[in-house]
């Protein structure tokens, strides 16, 4: 189940994919499968951005609401 949750997650969505870096894909897609991470807008992740505190709130909001 654990491996399952990083295959189906997709980067695809995403216009800067490639910016994701190689340590963190795993990690960036077990989140979008989550739905911890929703992306910017515009098709966009921002992976190289920093977090607003608001961002990071309903982060650690879904965060806590997982099962």
């Known amino acids: 189940p654990y491996t ?3 295959r189906s997650a ?3 969505a995403f ?3 490639a910016q994701v870096s190689a340590y963190a894909e795993a ?9 911890l991470l929703t ?3 515009d098709g966009r992740l ?3 951005s920093g977090a ?5 709130a309903v982060l650690l909001q879904r965060f806590a609401g997982l099962k």
Do not use: E, I, K, N
């Open 15 to 17: 216009t800067d994919r």
């Open 27 to 35: 990690s960036v897609r077990w989140a979008l499968q989550a739905g």
């Open 39 to 41: 992306g910017v807008g």
């Open 46 to 48: 921002a992976p190289r």
């Open 52 to 56: 607003t505190r608001a961002q990071l």
């Open 10 to 12: 997709s980067l695809d």
């Open 4 to 6: 399952t949750l990083f």
